[in-house]
T-cell receptor
Framework: GAVVSQHPSRVICKSGTSVKIECRSL??????MFWYRQFPKKSLMLMAT?????????EQGVEKDKFLINHASLTLSTLTVTSAHPEDSSFYICSARDSRAGLGGYTFGSGTRLTVV | SQKIEQNSEALNIQEGKTATLTCNYT??????LQWYRQDPGRGPVFLLL?????KEKRKERLKVTFDTTLKQSLFHITASQPADSATYLCALDTRNQFYFGTGTSLTVIP
């Protein structure tokens, strides 16, 4: 089945630095990928829709200058948390859907636990 | 405002019983409704999808119903097992975007 690889799984960074998270579709092409953020014991909050070759669509309240999304190829989307602060600490997850599979669910990456110290 | 609520944050049931989880939504017009399982520290895993014109879908011990009039989906796990313990999320697919419910943490007690 479709596999989405997310890297790194865990990252600790200092306040003020930037962190890049990668999301790759391993065996299918994804023109659209989604980025979510999840707080402890809470549901996933859609941050943005990443579109290959064009600008990402951000949800209301999500700072586009802080959470930079680049979808330069059909198999890779990246989320860069710029000038990270402790309040950015969270679990970030990407997802994509393999359109070849017809109607089906989305495949999620295994998530990235970001801790800003 | 748009909301997707799963009206039990946590649910404990005895092994062998049927677990029933509820997903209610307002101000959405989903084309599909999906259910996912999420284990701690992991991404969600797709379980079942039901279309807006379908009433019921089954897969092994899982059953999903979808009532677009009530704006509600029910998710049933029959003959529940401790291994079914996880957080279950419903999600609405409006064709353009994809939104998750608040989630229900299910614990199956041996």
């Amino acid at each position: 089945g479709a596999v989405v690889s997310q890297h790194p799984s865990r990252v600790i960074c200092k306040s003020g630095t930037s962190v890049k998270i990668e999301c790759r579709s391993l065996d299918f092409q994804a023109t659209t990928m989604f980025w979510y953020r999840q707080f402890p014991k809470k549901s996933l909050m859609l941050m943005a829709t990443s579109n290959e070759g064009s600008k990402a669509t951000y949800e209301q309240g999500v700072e586009k200058d802080k959470f930079l999304i680049n979808h330069a190829s059909l198999t890779l989307s990246t989320l860069t948390v710029t000038s990270a602060h402790p309040e950015d600490s969270s679990f970030y997850i990407c997802s994509a859907r393999d359109s070849r599979a017809g109607l089906g669910g989305y495949t999620f990456g295994s998530g990235t636990r970001l801790t800003v110290v | 405002s748009q909301k997707i609520e799963q009206n039990s944050e946590a649910l404990n049931i005895q092994e062998g019983k049927t677990a029933t989880l509820t997903c209610n939504y307002t101000n959405y017009s989903p084309a599909y409704l999906q259910w996912y399982r999420q284990d701690p520290g992991r991404g969600p895993v797709f379980l079942l999808l039901i279309r807006e014109n379908e009433k019921e879908k089954r897969k092994e011990r899982l059953k999903v119903t979808f009532d677009t009039t009530l704006k509600q989906s029910l998710f049933h796990i029959t003959a529940s097992q401790p291994a079914d313990s996880a957080t279950y999320l419903c999600a609405l697919d409006t064709r353009n975007q994809f939104y998750f419910g608040t989630g229900t943490s299910l614990t199956v007690i041996p």
